[in-house]
């Protein structure tokens, strides 16, 4: 076998000039036969090594263990930007040395999901070679109930298998993201709720494992569907309604990432023991001590400072008579401060426990003309419609779409859900 992986690389070499046009690298299995026409007359078994760098050593330590002595990756020219010095422990370089020669030929090391690096020796000198590695998309659809949390029904319902434990988390945290415009999953969800997602997974020619992106997704949160779809225009990718309205609204559901709220905070609001000792007009969230907290929205902030029993409050200006309130916070991002422009989702503050505060918390308040108003409830409106230009494909991609989400044959199978016990286990938000 291994006589012929060197025979497949140097015929990969001749040819990466020619596909490197056409995007796509030509990358033969070892199982595949291989043209006899591409073979050389004489092919010299080569001997394959895997060595890892381990916690404090250098790349040249790692160089030398494995026969090469005064080799500085450091010095060679490189396709892309690579800094031997600032390398993970752990990763994996593999070496190829023909039988012939006494030291490997070849260094080769991942530095990214997407590409590996080749060092060649040919006679004294090193060439350094950026190979893309290929992963193939293959879509995937899972449904469920949402009895507790998003993660844990995106959990029940994905095999290990099919998606690791930190991908699950991963895409549930995308499909929040989704949904910041509309839901805000550490409150909303109700007995009865329901999900459908259809989603990437992503299987590289090494047979790497990975989650690629959501594609559309249905919520049915208290008997209310919310479709998404994604979308690609102009370069860059957003999610629609049905009917082609942008999910994006002038304000977020919550001012704190889903993603940031660790599992014990989220189970705080089953024992909601904050704050109502006081009249309250605001949404607690709680979450560790020094939680990024964001603009819900575009604005100016009107104060930044100590205010009574709110501790550190920021409070911020937007459009419409509305203002947005921001308690407890342990401190402010930088710059700001009264007359300041924020946009949505920038960092303004921390969540902390300034104040009248029992534990670290943010108090978020939505006013409207000087009225608090429920966050979660008040209407934002329809999103932006997709551009008239763009309309007939968002409707295509749309459609597309709707199949893969509704359609029992076509979309991949989910797998069998995961032991109940090992789900307990792994509760996150
Ligand atoms: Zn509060």
Redesign the pocket.
């Known amino acids: 076998m291994r006589p012929v992986r060197l025979v497949v690389g140097a015929v990969v070499v001749g040819a990466a000039a020619t596909f490197a046009a056409m995007g796509r690298w030509p990358r033969l299995r070892a199982s595949e036969p291989l043209p006899v026409a591409a073979r050389p007359v004489v092919a010299v078994p080569v001997t394959e090594t895997v060595d890892t760098l381990d916690r404090g050593e250098t790349v040249s330590d790692l160089l030398a263990r494995n026969g090469i002595a005064h080799l500085d990756l450091s010095r060679l020219d490189s396709p892309v930007p690579f800094d031997p010095r600032r390398l993970r422990p752990g990763l994996v370089f593999s070496f190829r040395r023909p039988d012939t020669a006494s030291a490997p030929t070849e260094i080769s090391v991942r530095t990214s999901p997407e590409q590996r690096l080749l060092f060649r020796r040919s006679g004294e000198q090193w060439n350094t070679v950026a190979e893309p590695i290929a992963w193939k998309a293959q879509t995937v659809r899972i449904q469920g109930g949402i009895d507790n949390s998003l993660y844990e029904a995106l959990d029940a319902q994905v095999s290990d298998e099919q998606l690791d434990g930190a991908d699950r988390q991963r895409l549930a945290w995308d499909l929040a993201d989704v949904y910041a415009w509309q839901v805000d999953f550490t409150r909303d969800i109700q007995p009865g709720d329901r999900f459908r997602v259809v989603f990437e997974r992503l299987e590289s020619e090494d047979g790497e494992v990975r989650f690629g992106r959501v594609l559309a997704a249905d919520l049915t949160m208290s008997g209310k569907s919310l479709t998404a779809f994604r979308f690609e225009s102009d370069g860059h990718s957003a999610f629609y309604d049905g009917t082609g309205n942008s999910l994006r609204r002038a304000f977020l559901r919550a001012p704190v990432q889903f993603r940031r709220i660790s599992s014990s905070f989220a189970r705080a609001r089953f024992h909601p023991v904050?704050?109502i000792t006081r009249r309250?007009?605001?949404?607690?969230y709680a979450a560790a001590p020094g939680t990024p907290v964001m603009a819900a929205g575009d604005g100016v902030v009107l104060r930044a400072g100590r205010a009574g029993g709110y501790g550190n409050l920021i409070e911020l200006r937007h459009r419409n008579g509305i203002t947005t309130r921001y308690?407890?916070l342990r401190g402010f991002a930088r710059g700001i401060h009264a007359g300041a422009r924020v946009e949505q989702g920038q960092t303004i503050g921390y969540v902390g426990s300034t104040g009248l505060?029992t534990g670290p918390?943010l108090?978020?308040?939505f006013r409207v003309n000087g009225v608090a108003r429920d966050s979660r409830r008040v209407e934002l409106g329809n999103g932006a419609p997709i551009r008239d230009g763009l309309r007939a494909g968002f409707q295509a991609e749309r459609d597309r779409l709707l199949v893969l989400l509704h359609t029992e044959a076509p979309a991949a199978v989910a797998a069998a859900p995961a032991p109940a016990a090992e789900t307990q286990a792994r509760w996150l938000p």
């Open positions: 904050l704050g309250h007009e605001g949404t607690d308690g407890h505060a918390h108090h978020y308040e």
